[in-house]
């Protein structure tokens, strides 16, 4: 496997929606690429990055701003993200 095919196969990998033997050849390229490994890594933070921030609370007077100015009536309820996203 190259590198083309290994970033092409990288969401499937990192959502675990590949096949076993895909996943291996993609490892087996991973354990002796270091750009592409470097590559997959970044993506992985990324993800955890976003999942992280995406859970933050976003201040009541932001979220009354944006409310108003997009024309939708301001909640103090909390709708929280789904778990796992």
């Known amino acids: 496997m190259n590198c083309d095919e290994t970033y092409k196969g990288m969401y499937l990998y990192l959502d675990k929606e590949i096949t076993v033997w895909r996943r291996w050849k993609i ?25 992280t921030r995406s859970r933050e609370r976003v201040p009541d007077d932001l979220r ?22």
């Open 27 to 51: 490892t087996r390229h991973l354990d002796r690429c270091p750009p592409c490994s470097r590559g997959f890594d970044f993506e992985l933070e990324l993800r955890e990055v976003i999942m």
């Open 64 to 85: 009354r701003r944006i409310a108003e100015a997009i024309g939708v009536e301001f909640s103090d309820e909390v709708n929280e993200p789904p778990q796992g996203l």
